[in-house]
């Protein structure tokens, strides 16, 4: 099992008090496409071409469950699930 099915499986369990760094790296090992923020923006934002979903995540500190929930819909797009 990879560092990136690890961490997927602990933000299933428990989806608060995650870094963007957690999540780029999942979103990286699933083939999810990751726009990082530029020009004044704060937030990333993570798609992949056979999903609809786009999803945006703050960068900064703490990231609300939410935004973990809404990015697990996407790996589970995905991943077809």
Same mark, same amino acid.
Not at 1 to 22: H, T
Not at 49 to 56: A, C, G, K
């Given at each position: 099992?990879?560092? #990136?099915? /690890?961490? +997927?499986?602990?933000?299933?369990? &428990? =989806? +608060?008090?995650?870094?963007?760094?957690?999540i780029i790296r999942v979103a990286e090992s699933k083939g999810i496409l *990751?726009?990082?923020?530029?020009?004044?923006?704060?937030? %990333?934002?993570?798609?992949? =071409?056979?999903?609809? +979903?786009? *999803?945006? *995540? =703050? #960068? /900064?500190? =703490? !990231?609300?469950?939410?935004? !973990? /929930? &809404?990015?697990?819909? +996407? %790996?589970? #797009?995905?991943?077809?699930?």
């Open positions: 099992m990879s560092k #990136a099915d /690890k961490i +997927l499986g602990q933000m299933r369990r &428990n =989806p +608060l008090d995650w870094r963007i760094e957690d *990751v726009r990082k923020p530029g020009g004044g923006s704060s937030h %990333v934002t993570f798609g992949h =071409p056979s999903s609809d +979903l786009i *999803v945006t *995540v =703050p #960068a /900064k500190r =703490p !990231i609300k469950s939410v935004y !973990i /929930k &809404n990015f697990l819909g +996407l %790996v589970d #797009a995905v991943e077809g699930k």
